[in-house]
């Protein structure tokens, strides 16, 4: 059974920074790309950011550009996502996904991810 458990959330000033972390169980975890995705209270589901298999690609929303990067650690299973000068508008419920590199579908497309973690609140106060 596939388990991805997201931490790291919490309460940050604007301006402030976070670190996600994402635990990747029951998979073979290099097969698989990973990506961050957010959802604020009232909106839609929105990427965030992709990292493939072997650490060595990335893509980001081209808005968080600079602010948040993605990494990995396939020694561990991790994901992480180091979200920098945070703003109230990052506030949302911040998941984790996994989609195997089989699928060549762009990475802000959610429905392409087989798993999903139940997601980590991020609340940034002005």
């Known amino acids: 059974q596939v388990h991805l458990v997201e931490s790291g959330g919490g309460l940050v000033q604007a301006g402030g920074s976070l670190r996600l972390s994402c635990a990747a169980s029951g998979l073979t975890f290099t097969s698989y790309h990973m990506g961050w995705f957010r959802q604020a209270l009232g909106k839609s589901r929105e990427f965030v950011a992709a990292?493939?298999?072997?650490?060595?690609?990335?893509e980001y929303a081209e808005s968080l550009k600079g602010r948040f990067t993605i990494s990995r650690d396939n020694a561990k299973n991790t994901v992480s996502l180091q979200m920098n000068n945070l703003k109230p508008e990052d506030t949302a419920v911040y998941y984790c996904?996994?989609?195997?590199?089989?699928?060549?579908?762009?990475?802000?497309?959610?429905?392409?991810?087989?798993?999903w973690g139940q997601g980590t609140q991020v609340t940034v106060s002005s």
């Open positions: 996904a996994a989609r195997h590199y089989s699928d060549y579908s762009d990475f802000e497309e959610g429905e392409s991810y087989q798993y």
């Open positions: 990292v493939t298999w072997s650490g060595s690609n990335t």
